[in-house]
């Protein structure tokens, strides 16, 4: 199958069709650029863990009472270079059982949301705001959120990504500190802590899975990613 076969096998198993018209704030990124204060997170400087020393120290990790239920801390997964991270709410039982994020539907509907993009899982780097699975994957509490911070801090500082993806409204209003719903979150772009990496925010794909009518939104989202995204390599 050539490129253009394998992107509209992608988008079909979205519920996408090819012929989803590009809107006027999907094609004028700079136009929905929003002055929002980034999510202003230290440097961890000199001395900061490297990865190895970074993901040992995750997976002793016991900062919170979630190490308590886990079966093991899901670190992330992926390139360690990668030009892309995707950045989601926390594990759920199936990611808690094998030690990765987005595994089972949703992480198949993610992976087909790539594809769509031109990019394989592999290429980009998906973590989570916690690194262990709340009981009966309730939202992660704030003092959870505030003892896994620094970790995923430390994970954009190391891989230095030119966009950061989230996907769900955990996800974005953790990252970004703010109470704004989602779909008010949509279709701009943000920064994130010292390195002004930008930001843009979609639906997570399990809500896209309950909610399959989202999923032309979410097409936007991606393809408003994509324009942020080549407009931070031109700069670059």
């Known amino acids: 199958m050539n490129a253009a076969g394998r992107r509209q096998a992608c988008l079909s198993a979205m519920g996408v069709t090819a012929w989803v018209p590009r809107t006027a704030a999907v094609d004028s990124p700079a136009a929905l650029e929003a002055d929002v204060p980034a999510a202003l997170v230290p440097s961890a400087g000199e001395g900061a863990p490297?990865?190895?020393?970074?993901?040992?120290?995750?997976?002793?990790c016991q900062r919170c009472e979630l190490h308590q239920g886990r079966t093991q801390t899901v670190f992330g997964v992926g390139a360690r270079r990668a030009r892309w991270m995707i950045i989601g709410e926390a594990p759920g039982q199936e990611e808690d059982r094998k030690g990765e994020p987005f595994v089972g539907r949703a992480g198949q509907l993610?992976?087909?949301?790539?594809e769509a993009l031109g990019m394989r899982r592999g290429e980009v780097y998906i973590a989570n705001i916690l690194k262990c699975r709340p009981p009966n994957n309730r939202d992660p509490?704030?003092?959870?959120?505030a003892q896994c911070e620094?970790?995923?801090?430390?994970?954009?500082e190391l891989i230095s990504p030119r966009i950061i993806l989230c996907?769900?409204?955990i996800a974005a209003q953790n990252l970004l500190k703010t109470q704004t719903p989602i779909g008010k979150l949509r279709g701009q772009q943000y920064h994130y802590g010292p390195q002004a990496v930008p930001v843009v925010v979609t639906?997570?794909?399990?809500?896209?899975l309950r909610s399959p009518a989202e999923k032309r939104r979410a097409w936007q989202d991606l393809l408003f990613a994509r324009h942020v995204f080549a407009a931070a390599e031109e700069g670059a």
Do not use: F, K
């Open 50 to 60: 490297d990865w190895d020393t970074l993901a040992a120290t995750v997976a002793a």
């Open 110 to 114: 993610l992976n087909s949301m790539l």
């Open 141 to 145: 509490q704030p003092d959870e959120v």
């Open 150 to 156: 620094g970790y995923l801090a430390r994970q954009i």
């Open 167 to 169: 996907v769900g409204r």
């Open 203 to 208: 639906y997570h794909p399990a809500y896209l």
